[in-house]
């Protein structure tokens, strides 16, 4: 089987996933991931244990520059790597969870004949899944009224699969607080602005590091390589408060574990690992994102008391207060709790690897 799919964070760990969920059921499945040449799933899928090819391929810029007039030549050579991939990798299924290389991998693939699945993680899809859309075999979501963007007929609801060690994460708190070094009677903070980081969350917590400090919080921070020099010097300071700037967190089981509340952006994949972790939640949805979809995927768990929601625009002013006020309070900690809980897919995984193995069936 070839997946496809990358960019981020919220497009390869869907992809890992899958790929463990079907080896689960047939341990003898051949993989190759797709990704595009410089991008983070080069790093992480083999990290993961899968081979991975790169297509020269990026996205396209809403503005006049020199990538955009590359763009078309990207296209051309992706596209004909991903015919030379086809024909020596020969696949009987190609999955595509979106990102810039999933596009002519797909496109390929359909085109000869191959069965095709898609996975949108979004209530808004993507460019790229949606242009794939009329041409795969099935496309599973996350969302109700998917509809507006898919042929019906192809759609099926399987939710966002999560990385497996997130499903389960009882009796590990005890070793995540040994990893992090943290003290267990003190309460844990987590933040993560998405895979390559968030500038305005980022921002904030710095500005709030004292105040942390002050009232006894923890912190785990992964702060995304870019902004990780300037955190790893803020947080010297209070280095003897369990306070702790990374630039990824690979054992993200043992973060969540740790964590008694958490501040994320509202990306689809992060969601669904909160529901399925179970934690309480501020959300500071990106605003640069297609149709300002974060904010509607935060409101949704807002109107169910799942979410706080804090603007990216009001961030630096608001988050400290929002944290420390959820922190002084546990009763509104646990309705959190139980209400993102109730949100919680955690077998999407295995749903959309059932879904792919009935493309084998003659």
């Known amino acids: 089987m070839i997946i496809s799919g990358g960019g ?16 689960a059921v047939y341990d003898d499945i051949e993989f190759l991931f797709v990704g595009a040449e410089g991008r983070m799933e080069m790093e992480k899928v083999p990290a993961a244990g899968f081979k991975i090819e790169g297509l020269w391929i990026s996205g396209f810029q809403r503005k006049l520059t020199m990538s955009n007039l590359m763009f078309p030549f990207k296209v051309i050579a992706s596209l004909r790597k991903a015919k030379q991939i086809l024909k020596s990798f020969q696949p009987d299924v190609a999955i595509g969870t979106g990102g810039y290389a999933s596009g002519p ?26 242009l794939l859309g009329s041409k795969v075999s099935k496309v599973c979501v996350a969302y109700n009224g998917m509809e507006k963007y898919f042929p019906k007929e192809k759609i099926i609801l399987t939710g966002n699969p999560v990385r497996k060690d997130i499903t389960d994460l009882s009796g590990k708190r005890n070793e995540a607080l040994q990893f992090f070094e943290l003290d267990g009677t003190k ?46 010097e803020a947080v010297s300071k209070y ?24 501040v994320s952006r509202a990306g689809a994949i992060s969601l669904s690992e909160l529901a399925v ?24 768990l807002v109107k169910m008391d799942a979410a706080v929601m804090v603007k990216d625009i009001e961030s630096r002013q ?22 993102i809980k109730k949100m919680a897919m955690p077998d999407a995984a295995q749903h959309i690897a059932q879904e792919i193995l009935k493309l084998l069936i003659k």
Request: net charge positive; with cysteine; hydrophobic share 40%.
């Open 239 to 262: 280095a003897d408060k369990g306070i702790k700037a990374f630039d990824f967190i690979s054992k993200m089981d043992l973060a969540y574990a740790s964590a008694d509340a958490v």
């Open 318 to 339: 608001k988050l400290g207060k929002e944290i420390t006020d959820l922190f002084s309070n546990e009763t509104k900690q646990k309705q959190l709790q139980e209400n």
């Open 8 to 23: 981020t964070g919220g497009h390869i760990f869907p992809a890992i996933a899958i790929a463990n969920a079907l080896k």
């Open 105 to 130: 991998m797909l496109r390929v693939a359909s085109q000869s004949g191959i069965p095709t699945v898609i996975q949108e993680q979004n209530s808004f899809p993507g460019i790229t899944n949606k």
């Open 187 to 232: 309460k844990v903070l987590l933040v993560i602005g998405g895979s390559l980081g968030a500038r305005t969350i980022n921002e904030s917590i710095e500005n709030n590091l004292a105040e942390l400090a002050q009232n006894n919080i923890q912190l785990i921070w992964q702060t995304g390589k870019a902004y990780f020099p300037q955190a790893k």
């Open 277 to 300: 972790a179970g934690k309480a939640c501020i959300l500071v949805p990106s605003p640069n994102v297609a149709e300002d979809h974060q904010t509607k995927n935060a409101m949704a």
